[in-house]
């Protein structure tokens, strides 16, 4: 497939997967939160484009003549296919009769909603052998520069020791690369200039795009606001419901739809628990971790500065743990496999656990400073303790991610390996 980059296109990590999908599907979905690059990632590979939420001749040729909106060169583009999601069920027909690949490409920054619109639910489900879907987020360290890839996390389930001595970030430029956050439009913006964005990213969030999921639903700005703030201070923990009730003084019931809606708009992410076989008596614990998509959208949600993340370590060290699981996705994600976390009934917890889909795995503590990385080998031993290698399979390798500029295999095994040097 002829790909139709410009000079300006950042290459993603997903357009290998995006073009591997292209030659195996009728269509593709890429799924993403607003402004992640979905639109100008697809436009790559795109012949022709239809943008259903510009375009004032969409709605008229929907009600009377919806396939023409599919004429045009493939793969052809439709852009925010959400605003009408009727067409999903025309591009369903027309993969059926034209039986080639790579026909349309999808994008859109929200989902139906399925209880206003339970037909729609089902025509998606009946896209199995026409659609293929890929999650799109905001750019990698490594898509933008920052990380030179060295150590690759595929080759980490190959058990392969690592010896890279990168120039080491410090602490000030990780701070500063928590706030900027990695949306497209900000590449090479100043800080305050990225401040001013990613703000007013949110301020839009709640005053406009949650109240358009679904059917124009009425939300209180404040409220999305008190709540986006009470995620933003529990970034990357196991907080309940109860905590964003106690923290925000919003009713239960609000609570769960404003998230249901932030779900939607994929501006929260979900890090579920890891199902583990133990040898020993514990139980694991089901609550999952919640992250926002890029964890520059917690900073401006607390309008949090520079300063203030320099001058309180334990907070930024959860906005660490925060952006290394979004590389982790990204990274895990071309190397078909998923990010979890584990935390069992004796207190053990591990940040993240990275499974393929043919069940190998490997673990990852995150920590900000050095100092902390004896007592995170320690966890992560523990962790392939417990784990029962007869149901399971034994942990292809163990690491400890930080932030400074070194990686290399301890003489236990384990590996320290900077977020500067991480990568595909």
Same mark, same amino acid.
């Given at each position: ?8 296109? @950042? ?43 510009? &375009? ?6 929907? +009600?009377? *003549? ?5 004429l045009g060169k493939t793969p052809r583009l439709i852009d925010e296919w959400q605003v009408q999601p009727e067409i999903w069920n ?17 994008? +859109?920054?929200?989902?139906? $909603?399925?209880?206003?619109?339970? $037909? ?14 890929? !999650? ?8 933008? =520069? ?10 980490? /389930?190959? =058990? ?35 401040? &001013? ?7 839009? %969030? ?13 939300? !209180? ?5 008190? %709540? ?33 809606a932030l779900e939607r708009l994929m501006i929260v992410e979900d890090q579920p628990a890891w199902d583990a076989h133990l040898r ?30 320099? *001058? ?5 060290? /959860? ?8 590389? @982790? ?6 190397? &078909? ?6 935390? &069992? ?17 490997? *673990?990852? $503590?995150?920590?900000? =400073?050095?100092?902390?990385? !004896? ?50």
């Amino acid at each position: 497939m002829i790909r139709l980059t410009t000079m300006a296109y @950042l290459p993603r990590i997903t357009d290998v997967e995006l073009e591997r999908k292209l030659e195996s599907s009728g269509a593709v979905l890429i799924r993403g939160p607003k402004a992640c690059g979905k639109t100008e990632s697809a436009t790559q590979f795109a012949r022709s484009i239809l943008q259903m939420d510009q &375009d004032p001749q969409v709605p008229v040729l929907m +009600g009377v *003549a919806p396939k023409r909106l599919l004429l045009g060169k493939t793969p052809r583009l439709i852009d925010e296919w959400q605003v009408q999601p009727e067409i999903w069920n025309y591009v369903r027909h027309e993969v059926d009769d034209r039986k080639l690949e790579a026909q349309f490409i999808l994008t +859109g920054s929200a989902t139906p $909603e399925k209880k206003k619109k339970p $037909e729609v639910e089902a025509r998606m489900h009946s896209g199995a052998g026409r659609f293929t879907k890929l !999650d799109m987020r905001t750019m990698s360290w490594q898509e933008l =520069g920052f990380s030179t890839g060295k150590v690759s996390l595929d080759n980490l /389930f190959n =058990g392969a020791k690592i010896d890279v001595d990168d120039t080491p970030t410090d602490i000030e430029q990780i701070v500063e690369r928590i706030i900027i956050g990695g949306f497209p439009a900000l590449v090479g913006k100043k800080l305050r200039a990225a401040m &001013d964005l990613n703000r007013a990213y949110v301020d839009l %969030l709640a005053e406009v795009d949650i109240s358009r999921i679904p059917e124009e639903i009425k939300r !209180d700005p404040i409220k999305v606001r008190a %709540l986006l703030r009470s995620l933003a201070r529990n970034t990357a923990t196991l907080a309940e419901i109860t905590t964003f009730e106690a923290d925000t003084r919003i009713s239960r019931p609000t609570i769960y739809d404003y998230l249901g809606a932030l779900e939607r708009l994929m501006i929260v992410e979900d890090q579920p628990a890891w199902d583990a076989h133990l040898r020993s008596s514990a139980s694991l614990r089901k609550t999952p971790k919640r992250h926002f998509t890029d964890v520059c959208l917690a900073v401006a949600a607390l309008g949090a500065t520079k300063e203030s993340l320099l *001058a309180d370590m334990k907070y930024t060290g /959860f906005l660490f743990e925060s952006l290394a699981v979004h590389e @982790l996705r990204v990274y895990g994600q071309a190397a &078909d496999a998923k990010v979890y976390h584990y935390h &069992d009934s004796n207190h053990l917890e591990v940040d993240a656990i990275v499974q393929k889909y043919n069940g190998n795995w490997s *673990a990852f $503590e995150i920590k900000l =400073g050095i100092g902390q990385i !004896d007592e995170a080998a320690a966890n992560l031993l523990k962790l392939a303790s417990v784990v029962d290698t007869a149901k399971s399979s034994a942990p292809r390798s163990l690491n400890v991610i930080t932030g400074t500029g070194i990686s290399y295999t301890r003489p236990d095994g384990i590996n320290v390996i900077s977020l500067a040097s991480l990568g595909v």
